[in-house]
Protein backbone atom coordinates (compact mmCIF):
# COMPACT_ATOMS: atom_id res chain seq x y z
CA UNK A 1 0.00 0.00 0.00
CA UNK A 2 1.42 3.93 -0.99
CA UNK A 3 1.60 6.48 2.06
CA UNK A 4 -1.56 7.90 0.64
CA UNK A 5 -3.67 4.50 0.75
CA UNK A 6 -2.68 4.27 4.97
CA UNK A 7 -3.24 7.80 5.65
CA UNK A 8 -6.60 7.51 4.04
CA UNK A 9 -7.34 3.75 5.71
CA UNK A 10 -6.58 5.69 9.34
CA UNK A 11 -8.70 8.27 8.72
CA UNK A 12 -11.73 5.65 8.35
CA UNK A 13 -10.15 3.75 11.80
CA UNK A 14 -10.95 6.98 13.00
CA UNK A 15 -13.91 8.24 11.85
CA UNK A 16 -15.31 4.40 13.13
CA UNK A 17 -13.44 5.04 16.59
CA UNK A 18 -10.92 2.85 16.18
CA UNK A 19 -7.95 5.13 17.77
CA UNK A 20 -5.38 2.82 17.79
CA UNK A 21 -5.63 0.97 13.99
CA UNK A 22 -6.03 4.46 13.00
CA UNK A 23 -2.82 5.71 14.77
CA UNK A 24 -1.20 2.49 13.72
CA UNK A 25 -2.29 3.03 9.80
CA UNK A 26 -0.76 6.82 10.30
CA UNK A 27 2.98 5.46 11.29
CA UNK A 28 2.58 2.89 8.80
CA UNK A 29 1.92 5.94 6.31
CA UNK A 30 4.59 8.21 8.04
CA UNK A 31 7.08 5.32 7.45
CA UNK A 32 6.40 5.16 3.67
CA UNK A 33 6.47 9.51 3.96
CA UNK A 34 7.78 11.27 6.46
CA UNK A 35 5.93 14.49 4.64
CA UNK A 36 2.78 12.72 4.87
CA UNK A 37 -0.47 14.07 6.41
CA UNK A 38 -0.57 10.74 8.64
CA UNK A 39 2.46 13.21 10.60
CA UNK A 40 -0.33 15.55 11.54
CA UNK A 41 -2.82 13.28 11.86
CA UNK A 42 -1.11 10.88 14.12
CA UNK A 43 -0.02 14.31 16.86
CA UNK A 44 -3.74 15.16 16.73
CA UNK A 45 -5.01 11.66 18.00
CA UNK A 46 -1.97 11.48 20.39
CA UNK A 47 -3.16 14.59 21.62
CA UNK A 48 -6.67 13.61 21.78
CA UNK A 49 -5.60 10.12 23.63
CA UNK A 50 -3.59 12.00 26.22
CA UNK A 51 -6.05 13.94 27.31
CA UNK A 52 -9.17 12.28 27.31
CA UNK A 53 -7.81 8.49 28.05
CA UNK A 54 -4.96 9.28 30.48
CA UNK A 55 -5.41 5.34 31.96
CA UNK A 56 -5.75 3.33 28.74
CA UNK A 57 -2.63 5.31 26.47
CA UNK A 58 0.63 6.35 27.67
CA UNK A 59 2.95 7.63 24.96
Given at each position: ???????????????????????????????????????EAKQMLDDIM??????????
Amino acid sequence: MTAEQWYQQGNEARREGKWHEAINCYIQAMELDPDSPAVEAKQMLDDIMAFYCKDMYNP
